[in-house]
């Protein structure tokens, strides 16, 4: 399922920016057991959205981006992965034609 495998996904970009050490501390925010951890790993059970609501609500992230819907990973961050063009402004009335 698409939503478990972008949980996953969180739960790495979570460790490697050092806001969770262990498998065990993301259970604890979602509220769900280790061992069904390991069933959602397994493909035996999946994520509920009380897990994704929970989850979402205590690291800040962008319940869009666990869905698909939008690329930004954490809610109040701006877009650093949005692309400028050098030789145009990104304000919108630079762009306006005269």
């Not at 498998?23 to 035996?44: H, M, T, W, Y």
């Not at 961050?77 to 030789?87: E, G, I, L, Q």
Request: proline share 5%; net charge positive; glycine share 4%.
């Amino acid at each position: 399922m698409y939503t478990d495998h972008k949980m996953f996904e969180l739960l790495e970009i979570l460790k490697a920016q050092g806001s969770i050490r262990f498998d065990k501390e993301f259970c604890e925010a979602c509220d769900i057991l280790p061992q069904n951890l390991s069933r959602v790993r397994n493909g035996d059970a999946h994520f509920t959205p009380d897990h994704i609501r929970r989850v979402c609500s205590i690291f800040i992230v962008n319940v869009n981006w666990v869905f698909g819907l939008e690329e930004q990973i954490f809610r109040g961050v701006p877009n650093v992965n949005r692309k400028v063009n050098p030789t145009k402004s990104n304000r919108p009335s630079d762009n306006v034609l005269n």
